[in-house]
């Protein structure tokens, strides 16, 4: 296991839990991809949903480099970000 890496099977990183991001994330868990899910807000209405399909989850900030760094971000196939309409104003 290469250090500063520890989930090393992780395909794809799913950077806020918004409506497309949880049907993105669940699309990618039923074809049997690994994925995991960096959300911020701890009270997400779709983290409950994600936990229960198994998709590991870090409550952090994904602008920061020791988060990507936790979620295999060295090793990854592709990285999704979502940000809430509010910040696209």
Do not use: K, W
């Not at 991001?21 to 807000?41: C, K, P, S, T």
């Amino acid at each position: 296991m290469q250090r500063g890496c520890p989930l090393m099977d992780t395909n794809y990183i799913i950077c806020g839990l918004r409506n497309i991001g949880m049907r993105i994330v669940a699309y990618l868990h039923e074809n049997n991809h690994d994925v995991v899910v960096i959300e911020r807000d701890c009270e997400h209405r779709f983290l409950h949903t994600a936990r229960s399909l198994g998709v590991p989850i870090i409550l952090e900030d994904a602008n920061l480099d020791a988060t990507l760094q936790v979620a295999n971000f060295c090793a990854i196939a592709l990285i999704i970000i979502f940000l809430c309409s509010a910040m696209c104003r």
